[in-house]
Structure formats: structure tokens, C-alpha cells
């Protein structure tokens, strides 16, 4: 194989066909334009957007962040713009400079999920990302990724209305990791993305013990990433479809663990906040690590990396 | 909207240290040199630190530019800041910026106001003004005296007198504001010192322009942690301080409520 | 309340009386005898000891151990020397040395536990924590920690063999905390401690992509406080029974926010291999700080730290 | 078993650095100030570094004791190391130790032999037997040339002939042995080298000692992570080189399986 030949790093992830593995994660990309001061955004192989409602939503009150050792506790609950103003500003900034994304979308209720695939539908995105971890209104708080019968109902549902890729984002905050992602792959998902943040909490307690400060939130960052290994590699002997894997990547090293457990592409998120060029840097590493071992595609140099294993 | 695809205008920048000096007991001053930050960076705007491997990258006003160079002045809180204090001349740091938005710069007589390290801010934006020629006084306000060089135009306030005046800034303020009459203030410090400043200004009626603080996860725009409520007529809207910000209209913020 | 009175760190649990509320973590202090060479092992609230079975097991093959940043991945297998040759060797020094302790007990079936209960309780042993991490056989390899109705009956069976204080442990790998915790209260459970250890995976990846070396185990060490934090919090609300809280404590002010979040007494783990001495340190710093902030016993300082929360 | 109930007899000591210095490329000698870990330490026991904050504290054999001083020699791999090498002669480090079990000092002919930073346990062994009179020979063999001072006695194998016979300790060792002619084989260094000095010393019938190494996590005997098959009659049982260990007669080890 000539090292000349430009290596072929793309992945199908459903119907979408990704130029390259290396996606950003849900919100820690805001809508790709600020990261336009950082690099070619459309160089990555998709943005996903930060989580998006039927309704704008306003988000928790503050403290909102809280940084943790290698990691960082957040409770932003959801503040975001709303389908409607999404698809009026966000989306076409997007497709005029040529950026690939995939829509992540949350609701409170089933309905409000199927509403919002409706209007995907209807206005041809092309891919979805079901974010699970909003609280379940109707079966009495829950979350829609913790139980297996919601969760099915979730996803099907979603499916009848929805017809273009749709990827089911798992946390890995639950009893049977396998039996959730068997669930969404019967659902009807074209692919897997996990893991989301994992609940976590901080408590600043100062001298006096008065004035505590606390957050309750979900954490991320690469103290996370021994949990997002285990999931992944717990996962991947139970189902079909492609998995997105994310937790804690921070470099080169880091993503091709993901592959090695079984990942097929990887999202990028709180490193986004540390390095924010990483996305980038990532696409070129892999092209020429690709080019320096001899790999013509992407697909082989996944095969040898799960091959000892 | 066609986005910029000219890649890395802001960073990140490996840049060097020029010098690093101490200023008073737990304040420094870093200076580095780096042309597309000191020619970019406007009073009011930040630059944030890479620190050693920790997670998150630390914001810090830019504190003057000279030349191909600019400052940051900062105080020794936890980590990030100790590492700041541990780099020497030559070493070198990975930076972004400038990021946000700075003060509004208008021709009218004003009154600058730096508490603590929101002196670093002020500091730049004095030195803007001098440039331009605008009528401005600078009021630096600290627990014990910051010495950043400045002494023309400025009225210093020590908690421990250790220089100018004795006291804290409400002490001083009101006198301070019929003696210079400016037409408009501006101010950098902790949330009860801006408020203090705002709420005083308002019976006064003149306008404000403060420069925030938060802990900031991304400080680019995208991750909503660092959201304040704002008035916006009748209601309160989110603005982000690290994009939309981090300078705010005094009469725009809630100061009543924590920030 | 004058400096002079020693303050009353004591605190029940079930009919366990602790001097003070610092004990050690199953697995991270052998059977005492090791640490007596760092400090007096008397001077502590409880060791609990290693987890024993009803025959003695060697344990997983090497690697059995990873360190990862802020944390410490094991996969040992539960070796131990079985609880017939704990009574024999080791139950005798603890007696002669004044150290109170708390056995640690792990089992393949229910059967198995209740006949370590039995052999406990003619051993006058008097407090048992139950280690409900291994792989249940007998219901297709779940952990007997994951299912309700397999918890309930564990507990249950256990109780009514062992009439001393039963101690639960709980994991964190669960889907519903605050459902396994008032399960465990329900089966009969004295206190609750938690968190074990969390599910992980590291993967090392060389060069030439040969050879990984990769540990799937459980996740220690400060990475796990905010998880832990979390789990406490969250299920100190749904039980009146108290709480034993670790997972990551290595200082004074860790052990302050397990307070804060709902523990009565805590467990040092994975620290005592970075400062053997910690739990003894401990001893000392919460006797000095309760005196100089004037607090007469334990439980007044631990309803101040729960007050503003 | 009464306890002794003496408080820290192995630590934590903060020790004092009395040097460090480079022997080659990448490693180093550091000595520490400690009366107790001077006077106890064995030759083949360890001790444990806090390094920084890392979670694990780093073991490392002793190399040697002067008066009240010991030292270590080490080779830099990772973070622990790394900081390891950046201790300054004055400043201090959070240690405990000695751990495990040394080597059996008989009065026999001795063959000692240390691979790479396997030298170490088998230099402080040298200066031992030299001291009690007991006859030794001290073969050292690394990839390039660690100069620990030792000379006399001592054959010198590098494998890029940087000093002393060039090429690897399997090219040579029969020879030594058939010169020296040993009643007792002393080895430290990586495992392969040790399995191989092991299973040639068995044709000769010479009895050894290894002194093994494994990622620890306690350090202590609580753990069980450092665990090894060891023959025990027909059976092979788990004994701990932390604890039961280091050193382990070289017959009584599974070299065959990955260790
Ligand atoms: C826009 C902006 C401009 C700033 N300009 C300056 C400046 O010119 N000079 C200066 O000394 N400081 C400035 N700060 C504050 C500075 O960022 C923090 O002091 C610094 O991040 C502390 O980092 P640390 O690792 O040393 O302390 P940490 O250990 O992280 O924290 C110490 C204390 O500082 C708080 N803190 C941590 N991170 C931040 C953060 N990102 N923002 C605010 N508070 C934080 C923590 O909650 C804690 O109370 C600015 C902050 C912002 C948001
Ligand atoms: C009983 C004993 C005595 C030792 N004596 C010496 C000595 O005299 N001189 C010396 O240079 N080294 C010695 N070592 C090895 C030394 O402990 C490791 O090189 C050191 O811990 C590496 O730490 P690090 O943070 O620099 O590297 P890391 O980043 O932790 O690791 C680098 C590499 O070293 C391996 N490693 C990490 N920790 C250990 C460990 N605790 N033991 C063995 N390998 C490890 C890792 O798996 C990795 O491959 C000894 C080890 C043991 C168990
Ligand atoms: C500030 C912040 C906001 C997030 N918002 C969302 C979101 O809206 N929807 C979602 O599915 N995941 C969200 N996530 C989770 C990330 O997409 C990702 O799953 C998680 O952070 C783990 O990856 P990381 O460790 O690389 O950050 C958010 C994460 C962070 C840090
Ligand atoms: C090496 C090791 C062995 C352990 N063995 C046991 C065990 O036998 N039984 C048990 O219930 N928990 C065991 N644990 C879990 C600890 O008791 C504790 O729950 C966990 O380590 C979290 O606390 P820490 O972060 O303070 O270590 C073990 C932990 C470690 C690190
Ligand atoms: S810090 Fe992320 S939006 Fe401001
Ligand atoms: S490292 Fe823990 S038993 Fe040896």
C-alpha cells in the first residue's frame, strides 16, 4: 500500500456517511460558529448540537459548573434555543459553510420526543441523537434511560417518525448497560452513542461551616473515561450497530482506546473546553498515523486494534 | 452568516513569558509576548490560560499591551494561579484570546474603578483612554496597596492605608463622584464593590459599565455555565458573561440577587 | 462547652458502638496486622476486613491492579483466606489487640451467605458488612446488588441467621440507588455503606498496536468522591437507617462533605496506600477540630454540616 | 500475635534530599537523609515514594546505606519518576519503608548479578557481603553504561559496549559461572533476564535468589494486587512480592508464564 494514497478514515454511521470518525460532543460545541476562532470547523467529521427542546428552555440556576479533579460537574439543564429558533438561525449557518452535524434532541414526555422528530422530518435533518438523561415527567420522574420498557417505547416511537439515522445516546448510569443498548438497538437505532455524563455531586465546605456550596450534576472529563471504556467494551458483544463512543477523550492515545473496545467513531467533549482545536488535530493525527502504519482505511486499523482483544 | 474557516485566529497561542514579578503579597504581574493578542486586545477582554493539566483553562483580563506584548495581573487563589506564579522568563504558556467583549470607549469624562485584581482590566483601559486623550480618573482599590506602576490620575485606596487613601471604596466614592462629575464610570472588582458602584451611580445617573466574574467551563460561548440573568425590559433573559460579556451595563444586571 | 471535656465522637451503628466514626475499607487494610507497623490500629473506629468467603479463593489471574489518574483500577478476585481460617488466625490478634472490627462477607449464593451468616453468628461475630458485588451464579451471573427482589432476599435470609448488626454495602452501578437502599433497609439491614467500588476498564495501547494489556475492575481513589457524594445524597433521604460513606476520601475535609451529604460514620479505602497513617490522622484531626470549634459530640457537628443543605 | 503498637516504625518519614544525581541517560542516584530507614534496610527491601500527587506511591529497592543516609537508584519512566527527578538536594520527600523481605546473606561464593536498574538491590548486596568478608563477584549488565562507582569486583556488560564486554548477559554468563563458579546466584532486573539466570543456574545446580517486581498498589501485604504463582510441593499458591517478597528463591518461581 503507497503511502502516497490519502487514507480512507470515513464511517457509516446509518444512512449518514461521516468523512472522518472524530465527531464533537453535545454540548461543549454550541452551534459550531464559536469555534469558528479555533480551526475549520467543517474539517470535523460532524458537530452534534447541544441538546435541543421543543420549547427554548432557560436552564438551571446557578452554580452551574464546578471543576473536579480531571473532571467537571455540570447542571446547565438544558438551556437551549428551541427547535423552531434552531432551524431558523442555527441550521442555516451550518449548512452554508458545509458543517456536517447531527441534532441531539430532549424531551419531558414521549410526546414532546415525537413532536420534535416530526418537525426533523419534516424540515430533512438528516440525523438525530436522542439525548435520554431529562427526567421522565409522565412515569413519575424517571429517566428514559433507565428503564428498558420506556425506553423501547421511546425509541420506536421516534422511529415511526422519524426515517433518516437516528442514534440513541446511552448513560452509563444504570444496573445492566447491555440490556439498555440491546433495547434501543430492537427500538429501532441505527447506532449507539454513549457514554453521556455520570451523575456526580461537589460540596464546598468552608471553615466556618456555613455558606456550603454544592452542585448536583453530571460529570465529565477524562476521570471519567475508565467508566466509558467498561460500557463500551460491555456493550459492544450485545448488539449490531455502530457505537459513537465519548467519555473523557482528551488525545490521540485516548481514541484509539475507544476503537480498541469498540467504538467505531468517538465524540469529543469536555477536551473541546481544554484544547479547543483538539477536533482538529485529531482528524490530521489519524490521517497520518493511518498513513505512517500502512492502513489504507479506517475500517482495517479498527480491525487490528480490537484484534488482541 | 459565513463563518470564518481562517483557522486558529484566537488561539490557541504558545507564548512566551517576558516576565513575571510580583506586585504585592499574592499579586502578579505576567507579562508575554504574543503580536496578535497585544494587537487584537481590547480593555475589557480576556485571555484563558492553559494550566499544567488542569481540566479546565483559567480566564485572566488583559492588563495592558505594549507593542508585541501584553500583561495579565493576577492574584494566587488554588492551582491554576500557582502554577501562573512558578513560570519564568523564556518558559512558555498556551493561551486563547482576546475572548469577549470589552468596554464601550466613548469622548466623556470618566471615572475608572478597580477593586482587588479588577484592577487588571481598568489598568488597560486607562491606558486606552490616556492614548485617546479622554478625561478620565482611575480609582484603584485594594486590601493592601497593588503597585502596577500607574500613579498619575489615580486615587489609590488601601483597606490598611498601606497607601492613599484609608478605607474601603464606599467610604470614598460619593466624594470621589462630585468631585470628578464624569459622565460615565467603569468597573472591575468582586460582585458587592461593582454593585456598590452600580447602585450609586444609578442615583447619580450615570451610566455603567462593569466587567463580570464567573467560573467560566469553556469560556467561548458554548457550554451555558456561565450564564447571568439580565434585564431586558420587562423580563430577564440568560447572557453568557464569557461571549456576551464579559462587560455588562450596571442598570442591565441584577445585583440584588447573588450573581 | 469548655476545651478541657474530650468531645463524644462515639456514634451507633445498629448495636455496633464506634468510638470514633472512622473506619477502613474492606480490601484496602488486610486483617490489621499489616498497618500496625504506621500506627496504633486500635486507635481506629472499626477495620473492616477483607472480603471473606466460605472457602478460601485465590482470586483473578495478573494484571490485577491499574493505576489511572486520581484512581486505582482492581480486578483481585476476591482472594482471601475463607472464613474458617479467619476465626482460626486471624479473629485471635484482632481480640488480643483491642481492634474492633467489622467482617466483610462475600458469597456466589444465597446459600452460601446465609452459611457464613450462621458460622458468624456462633462466632459471636458482631458485625457483619455484606459485599454484595460478586456474581450471583444462581440467577445467570447478575450481581445480587442490582436486582430488588434478589437484594430483598439476600438480606432477609441473612437477618434471620445473624441476629448481630448487618451491615449492607451497596454499588454505585446501579440504575435506582435510593431503590436498592430502602430494599436493603426493608430486608432488615442496620446501616447502609456505600459506595463499592465502580465498574471500569483501562486499555493500554503500545506502539505497534500489539500486545495491549488491558484490567476491566473496579474503580477507587479520589476520582470516585463525586460519584460517591451523589449516591449518598441521594439515597440518605429514602432510609432512616445510617450510613457509612466512601469512596475517595483522603483528607479531613473529604470526610466533612460525606457528613454534609448524609454519612453518620466513613470509610477510608484506596488513601491508605498513598498515607497508611490516614485513618489514624483522621482520629486526631476530627478530636482536635470538634474542640476547637467547641462541638460537645459528633452528632451535633454532623447536624451543622447537614443544616444549611 | 500481641501488635506492637509502636507508632510509624516504617513511616511515613519525611526524608531529606542529600543529592541526586544523573549515572546515565535517563538514570539517576538520589540519597535521603533517614537514621531509621538507614539502619534497618536490607538489601533487597524497598521503600515506597509519595510522588507529588499521584494516588500510588512508587517503590524502589534500596541501592545502598551510608551512616545515616540511603540511596536509591532509579530509571525515569513516568510521572513518578519524572518527579523523582526533579527533588533538589534540601527539599524533602514523604517515604516509607523498608518493606518486604531482603535477600539470605550466607557465607558462600557468590554470583551477583543486576540487570538495568536491577543493579540497584545488587549493589547495596555487594557493599554487604564486601563488608561481612563474604566472596562475591558483581556482574552488571545494562543497555548502555550505569556508572554506580563500583569497580572492583565487578564485571561490566553493556550492550552498546559503551563499557566493560559488549552484547547481552546470555552471551556471557555461562562463561562467568564456569570461572567463577558459584555456590549462590543473587539477580535482580527485568524477568526475562532473571528466568534466565534462574533456569541456567538450575543446570548448574546452583541455588538463587530473585528479587522480583510487579506494579504494587498498597505496597503493604493488604491488597493482594502484586500477587505470584509460586511452587509449593505439586501446588502453586499466591504470595505477595510486596510482602512475602521481594525475594523469592529462583526455583520456587513460575518463569514460564508471564509473571
Ligand atoms: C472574565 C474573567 C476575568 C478574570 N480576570 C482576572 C484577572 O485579571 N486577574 C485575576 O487574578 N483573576 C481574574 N479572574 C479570576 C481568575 O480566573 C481565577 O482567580 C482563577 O481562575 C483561579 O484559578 P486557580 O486555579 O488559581 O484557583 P481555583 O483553585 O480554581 O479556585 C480558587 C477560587 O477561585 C474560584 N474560581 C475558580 N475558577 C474560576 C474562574 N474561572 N473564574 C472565577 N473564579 C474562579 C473558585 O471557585 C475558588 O473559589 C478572572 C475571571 C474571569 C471570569
Ligand atoms: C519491589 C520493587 C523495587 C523496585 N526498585 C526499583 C529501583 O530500584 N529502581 C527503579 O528505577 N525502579 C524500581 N522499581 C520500578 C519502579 O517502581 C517503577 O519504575 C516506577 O514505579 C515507575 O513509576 P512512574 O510513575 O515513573 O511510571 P508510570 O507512569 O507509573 O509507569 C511507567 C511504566 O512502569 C510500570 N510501573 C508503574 N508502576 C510500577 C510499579 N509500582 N512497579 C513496577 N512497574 C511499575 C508501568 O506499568 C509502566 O509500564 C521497583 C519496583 C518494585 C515493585
Ligand atoms: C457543559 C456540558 C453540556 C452538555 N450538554 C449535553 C446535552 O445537551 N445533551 C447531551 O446529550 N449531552 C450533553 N453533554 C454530555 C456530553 O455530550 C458528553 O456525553 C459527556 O460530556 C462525556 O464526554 P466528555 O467526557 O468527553 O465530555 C454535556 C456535557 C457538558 C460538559
Ligand atoms: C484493592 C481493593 C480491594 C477491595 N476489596 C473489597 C472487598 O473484598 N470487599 C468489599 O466490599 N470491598 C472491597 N473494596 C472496595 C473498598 O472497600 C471501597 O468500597 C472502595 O475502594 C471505595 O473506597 P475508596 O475510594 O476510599 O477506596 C476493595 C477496594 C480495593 C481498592
Ligand atoms: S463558560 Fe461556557 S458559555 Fe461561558
Ligand atoms: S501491592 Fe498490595 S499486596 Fe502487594
Not at chain 1, 468523512?19 to 467529521?45: C, H, Q, R, W
Not at chain 1, 467505531?264 to 469536555?270: F, K, L
Not at chain 2, 463563518?3 to 502578579?28: A, F, M
Not at chain 2, 464579559?246 to 440577587?257: I, K, T
Amino acid at each position: 500500500m503507497s503511502n502516497l494514497i490519502k487514507p480512507d478514515i470515513s464511517v457509516n454511521i446509518g444512512r449518514l456517511k461521516l468523512k472522518n470518525p472524530i465527531l464533537t460532543a453535545s454540548g461543549t460545541f454550541g452551534y459550531a460558529d464559536e469555534y469558528d476562532d479555533f480551526m475549520n470547523v467543517s474539517n470535523i467529521g460532524a458537530i452534534v448540537t447541544k441538546g435541543i427542546t421543543l420549547n427554548p428552555k432557560t436552564g438551571n440556576p446557578q452554580p452551574r459548573i464546578k471543576e473536579v479533579k480531571n473532571g467537571l460537574i455540570n447542571s446547565i439543564g438544558l438551556e437551549n434555543v428551541g427547535i423552531q429558533d434552531f432551524i431558523d438561525k442555527k441550521l442555516p449557518v451550518l449548512k452554508e459553510n458545509n458543517i456536517d452535524f447531527i441534532l441531539n434532541i430532549a424531551g419531558a414526555s414521549i410526546e414532546e420526543y415525537i413532536e420534535i422528530a416530526k418537525i426533523c422530518q419534516s424540515n430533512n435533518i438528516e440525523t438525530v441523537e436522542l439525548n435520554l438523561s431529562c427526567p421522565n415527567v409522565k412515569s413519575g420522574c424517571l429517566e428514559f434511560g433507565k428503564d428498558e420498557k420506556t425506553l423501547y417505547k421511546l425509541v420506536s416511537e421516534v422511529r415511526k417518525n422519524f426515517d433518516n439515522t437516528l442514534i440513541v445516546k446511552l448513560s452509563s448510569n444504570v444496573s445492566f448497560p447491555e440490556k439498555m443498548a440491546k433495547t434501543a438497538e430492537k427500538g429501532g437505532a441505527d447506532a449507539i452513542s454513549a457514554i453521556n455524563t455520570v451523575k456526580a455531586m461537589n460540596i464546598d465546605i468552608n471553615k466556618n461551616l456555613k455558606g456550603f456550596k454544592s452542585i448536583k450534576g453530571g460529570l465529565s472529563g477524562s476521570c471519567i473515561k475508565p467508566l466509558a471504556l467498561n460500557f463500551i467494551y460491555e456493550i459492544r458483544q450485545h448488539i449490531a450497530i455502530p457505537i459513537i463512543g465519548m467519555g473523557g477523550i482528551s488525545c490521540f492515545q485516548d481514541m484509539l482506546e475507544f476503537f480498541a473496545v469498540g467504538a467505531d467513531a468517538v465524540q469529543i467533549g469536555t477536551a473541546n473546553f481544554t484544547h479547543p482545536d483538539l477536533s482538529d488535530t485529531l482528524v490530521i493525527e489519524l490521517n497520518n498515523f493511518m498513513k505512517q502504519q500502512n492502513y489504507g482505511s479506517l475500517a482495517e486499523l479498527v480491525r487490528d486494534l480490537r484484534y488482541e482483544y | 452568516m459565513q463563518l470564518k474557516t481562517q483557522n486558529k485566529i484566537k488561539g490557541p497561542h504558545i507564548v512566551e513569558v517576558l516576565s513575571n514579578i510580583k506586585l504585592s503579597d499574592d499579586t502578579w504581574k505576567l507579562t508575554f509576548q504574543n503580536q496578535e493578542i497585544a494587537e487584537n486586545a481590547k480593555p475589557g477582554q480576556f485571555v484563558s490560560i492553559l494550566c499544567e493539566d488542569l481540566l479546565l483553562r483559567r480566564p485572566f483580563s488583559v492588563a495592558n499591551t505594549i507593542n508585541n506584548s501584553f500583561e495579565i495581573i493576577y492574584k494566587v487563589k488554588g492551582k491554576g494561579t500557582k502554577y501562573l506564579s512558578s513560570l519564568r522568563n523564556g518558559e512558555s504558556a498556551d493561551i486563547i484570546g482576546p475572548m469577549g467583549n470589552g468596554f464601550t470607549i466613548e469622548n466623556k469624562n470618566s471615572l475608572l474603578i478597580g477593586c482587588g485584581v479588577g484592577i487588571a482590566p481598568i489598568n488597560f483601559l486607562s491606558n486606552i483612554l490616556e492614548k485617546s486623550g479622554i478625561k478620565h480618573s482611575f480609582v484603584a482599590c485594594s486590601q493592601t496597596f497593588i503597585n502596577t506602576g500607574i500613579t498619575e490620575n489615580q486615587v489609590i485606596i488601601t483597606e490598611d492605608g498601606s497607601a492613599g487613601l484609608e478605607g474601603r471604596l464606599d467610604q470614598h466614592l460619593k466624594k470621589i463622584i462630585n468631585e470628578v462629575k464624569p459622565e460615565k464610570i467603569y468597573t472591575c472588582g468582586p460582585n458587592p464593590a461593582m454593585a456598590y458602584v452600580s447602585l450609586t451611580a444609578e442615583k447619580y445617573e450615570i451610566s455603567v459599565e462593569a466587567a463580570l466574574e464567573r467560573d467560566f467551563a469553556c469560556g467561548t460561548g458554548v457550554c451555558m455555565g456561565c450564564v447571568i440573568q439580565i434585564k431586558d425590559n420587562n423580563k430577564t433573559i440568560n447572557k453568557r458573561i464569557c461571549k456576551d460579556g464579559p462587560v455588562f451595563r450596571g442598570n442591565e444586571v441584577l445585583w440584588q440577587c447573588p450573581i
